[in-house]
């Protein structure tokens, strides 16, 4: 028979593993209870009513070689369908269909539940800088909305 010394290892090691069991049940609950910060004030641009907001308060990060920050816009009335494209960008302008059209980030996609996009923006966002959206419609027609961006998103 094995003599086992009285280590803190040998008093302790099954405790362990059942808190390692236990986990990642913590976990999973964080998972289907995620938080979000709140939603921007609704606005109406053509027929569409929507919201945008963001995945988190975090500084934007670098993706592709561009600077983006996460969001969902949520359609409240419109028919997304009635979208030809539609791209997000932070800044103190709008950029340009043409510009947006230079790459791949800041195009809102998703479903009729909520679309997505990664919205272009430089490494920091001041003062002085808006949300922009700009939606195409299937005849061509271009428009834009923009909110003013949160005290809590200016980088220090």
Known sequence: MARLTNSFWN????????????????FFYESLHPTFPDALPV????EFTL????LDLNAPYR??????????????KGDITDIR???MNIGPNALSVAQLHDGDLGILHGSRYGQHVHALTN???SSGDRLWLTIEDWQGEIRTVS?????????S
């Open 51 to 54: 919201a945008p907001m963001p």
């Open 63 to 76: 993706h592709d070689g561009e600077y983006i920050k996460d969001f969902m816009v949520l359609f409240q």
């Open 123 to 125: 490494g920091s966002i």
């Open 43 to 46: 606005q109406t641009v053509g």
């Open 147 to 155: 909110w003013p961006v949160p005290d809590s998103w200016l980088s």
């Open 85 to 87: 494209q539609a791209f």
């Open 11 to 26: 008093r302790n090691k099954f405790k362990i593993s059942g808190l390692l069991l236990i986990l990642p049940a913590y």
